[in-house]
């Protein structure tokens, strides 16, 4: 075990060139536990068929419905009365409308 006082006899200059070995010895170590885990995870998808690059492709997220604007008015594209000002919870007609991958129609007030 590593004890403070082991380093009394050592000048300024000896504690750095301890810290900066130190500091190379962890870097290599954990470079070395991440090129280990590269390994097997490469191992692990080569065995299903797949590739670290076709990961890569599965972060894309879904698309999100159409995006509305604060301080704006929105209205069903059929049913005029239906109108919306952008705040608060969308209403029941238009995530309705969203739903059948529509969206209403901005206008300006």
Known sequence: MIKADMF???NDDDL????????K??????DNRKDKALEQARATLAAVG???????????K?????QYKGGHVYQHPTNKT???KA??????WLRELESEDKKA?????
């Open 87 to 92: 705040k608060g919870q969308k209403p029941g």
């Open 50 to 60: 797949l590739t670290l690059k076709d990961l890569g492709k599965a972060k894309t």
């Open 16 to 23: 750095r060139e301890v810290k900066t070995l130190a500091d």
């Open 105 to 109: 129609v901005e206008i300006g007030l």
């Open 25 to 30: 010895l962890l870097k290599n170590r954990d």
């Open 82 to 84: 239906l109108v919306w």
């Open 62 to 66: 879904a698309a999100k419905g159409p």
């Open 8 to 10: 009394d006899g050592f």
